[in-house]
């Protein structure tokens, strides 16, 4: 670490823990040493992941300014950290996939030849970590001992990154144990570069378990273990294996009977997943007896059981989240899990040393510094903090975590939502008929844009699965695996839902209270699969009603529940046109159930609009 002397041998080690060099694999070894042997750093450091080496990271990262330490009595053992103004978010224009044909990436990725791009990136990478420290982390994705669980190693110069992949992952000696009975391991490359926007690659090599990202230190483009390794690499490995990579969040629900039902969703960057698996029910749920837990709020990993039923585990170990929006109000079962051994990332800071965002409770500062530096005023014109400010931090500390988090064997998933932002057409919430219509609705679900990604906020596009950004191969051949693994399950595949809790009124105004209330989807889900909940068949599947949401207690108006419900053929027929010409860009490989499935929503669509039902 910084306390090490300057060494003139690139290859040169240290860290606290020998063993951790020695128990890895001859191959992991060579990895290493090949890559200091392109980058030439000044020192190689073997982290452990001890709460000591954590301890002298942020020391380091405090004297050189990359930390600020906030207020320790309201937050301790927390910092803030600001990224370099270009490096707020991923950068799906400078995401590759390199797989060995062009074809395998699908239209919906940029494709590069491996052979190429390991040329090009190696000169980027040549002598990139001269007079830096090489972090070589080895980590663990998912529980100890679990049949889905993997390993990797992640080269970085960044102590950031660093400190991110400590919380986000298992490090350590459980990962170390995984790794000897591994029979292979992601190897992940990073490096800061200069953060120039324009040389910045995040480039992933499926046929050799292998990614390199150059020049960002934010998140999903940086934590090689998160979207490239979890997702996209994973997404591969699944298709081959016989499992599912998914962007989903995962919760558990009891009900008051006692029975514990557990819930995937798949949501589009930003667009509620954490808030959803953190949610506490409202007060008269949880009087009667209702609770929730969390077991991931963002990324799943499902395979079978064998039961025959789907089984999801969580490969990471914390939560990288969106601050804004966050509130006690909104998720405070979020605020509470940020008290303490917290990395804020691009939010603003207050003069008593804490911290602020847009949607934080109370009243803005009268004044704070924003998350650039910049002093800030409430009438500014600037947001404080970035939109895509995030907070790190283990999923440990979330007082509603699972049982079942460290669990091996996972837990048997009964129902998968989708759902995205869309201000029209969607109604709050309807169930498919089947797995093939499910597969459909997953497909072609659609979404705002929003600030996780660079580019245009609020631009409408496809996102199917909330994998666009994510999955490793073709889109059509995803889609094909997703109605295989249907065939394999069958009548033990979770039911399929999609939800919108982001529909407006003319004035720009959601309809749907959200956060909380969305318990009332969540409860209308488990009593249908409990065959309890009425459901009325519409042609986009089965909707609550009103009186099944118990929306009576809302408060809404009524024309808000009945726009909340509504299928418009209109909108509708646009919307069967819009998913035609989506999927059409899949032809050669489309699953022609896909297509089979848009044909028949439009005629169901037109046969209830001529019996007058919608
Ligand atoms: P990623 O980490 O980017 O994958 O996002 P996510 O899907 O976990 O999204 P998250 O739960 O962090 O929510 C993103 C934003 O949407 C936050 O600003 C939330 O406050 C807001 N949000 C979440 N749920 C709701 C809801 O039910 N209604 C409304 N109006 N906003 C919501
Ligand atoms: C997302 O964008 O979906 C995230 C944040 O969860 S990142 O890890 O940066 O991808
Ligand atoms: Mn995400």
């Known amino acids: ?312 585990i969580n490969p990471e170990a914390g939560f990288f989240g969106v601050a804004p929006g966050t509130s006690r109000a909104t998720n405070p079962n979020a605020i509470d899990t940020l008290r303490e051994n917290v990395l804020f990332t691009n939010v603003a800071l207050r003069e008593n040393g804490t911290v602020w965002w847009e949607g934080l409770d109370g009243e803005p500062p009268v004044a704070c510094t924003d998350w650039t530096g910049q002093p800030w005023t409430p009438d500014c014109g600037r947001p404080a903090a970035h939109p895509n400010s995030r907070f790190t931090v283990s999923a440990r500390q979330c007082p509603c975590i699972s049982p079942d988090f460290d669990n091996p064997a996972g837990v048997p998933i009964s129902a998968i939502i989708f759902g995205g932002r869309r201000s029209t057409t969607m109604p709050l919430v309807f169930e498919a008929f089947n797995w093939q219509h499910g597969t459909y609705l997953g497909a072609t679900l659609t979404s705002e844009k929003t600030a996780a990604a660079a580019g245009k906020v609020g631009q409408l596009r496809f996102d199917p699965m909330a994998m666009l950004p994510f999955c490793g191969y073709h889109l059509a051949d995803y889609w094909q695996h997703w109605l295989e693994m249907g065939r394999r399950g069958g009548a033990l595949m979770p039911r399929i839902y999609h939800v919108n809790w982001f529909r407006k009124d003319w004035g720009g105004r959601f309809l749907w209270p959200g956060f909380r209330e969305n318990m009332r989807v969540l409860k209308w889900i488990v009593d249908r699969l409990r065959q309890r909940g009425t459901g009325v068949t519409t042609p986009l599947g089965v909707m609550p009603t009103g009186q099944s949401l118990e929306a009576g207690s809302l408060g809404l108006a009524p024309q808000a529940l009945e726009e909340l419900l509504a299928v418009k053929p209109d909108e509708w027929y646009r919307e069967v ?25 439009r005629q169901r669509i037109r046969d209830a609009e001529l019996k007058g039902t919608i």
């Open 1 to 312: 670490m910084s306390s090490s002397p300057p060494q003139a041998n690139p290859s040169a080690q240290t860290g606290t823990s020998p063993n951790t060099r020695q128990s890895l694999s001859a191959q992991a070894m060579q990895w290493v040493d090949s890559v200091a042997q392109l980058t030439r750093p000044q020192i190689v450091h073997w982290c452990t992941g001890s709460a000591d080496e954590a301890t002298r990271l942020r020391a380091l990262m405090i004297r050189d300014g990359s930390l600020v330490p906030l207020n320790e009595a309201a937050h301790p053992n927390s910092f803030l950290a600001r990224s370099d103004v270009n490096d707020v978010a991923r950068v799906e224009g400078r995401t590759f996939i390199c797989s060995r044909q062009e074809s395998n990436a699908g239209p919906s990725n940029n494709w590069s030849d491996p052979v190429y791009m390991q040329e090009f990136l190696g000169k980027l990478f040549h002598g990139c970590m001269r007079g830096r420290v090489m972090y070589v982390i080895p980590y663990l994705l998912g529980p100890v001992g679990s049949p889905l669980a993997q390993v990797g190693i992640q080269i970085t110069d960044s102590p950031y990154v660093v400190a991110n992949i400590c919380l986000m992952t298992r490090v350590g000696g459980e990962a170390i144990d995984e790794f000897n009975r591994q029979p292979s391991f992601v190897r992940g490359l990073h490096s800061t570069g200069n953060l120039d926007p324009e040389q910045r690659y995040i480039c992933h090599f499926p046929d050799d378990n292998l990614v390199m990202s150059f020049s960002s230190n934010y998140g999903g483009n940086a934590l090689l273990a998160k979207k490239c390794h979890a997702l996209r690499l994973a997404s591969v490995s699944a298709r081959r294996e016989g499992w599912l990579a998914e962007h989903m969040m995962v919760l558990g629900i009891t009900s008051p009977d006692g029975v514990k039902t557990y819930i995937a969703g798949a949501f589009p960057s930003s667009c509620g997943k954490t808030n959803l698996a953190m949610l506490v029910p409202p007060e008269a749920d949880l009087r009667a007896g209702w609770k929730i837990e969390t077991l991931g709020d963002d990324i799943a990993w499902l395979r079978f059981g064998d039961d025959g039923r789907l089984y999801a």
């Open 577 to 601: 046109d819009r998913r035609e010409e989506f999927l059409a860009r899949f032809s050669d490989r489309l699953p022609p159930e896909l297509l089979a499935e848009n044909e028949a929503l």
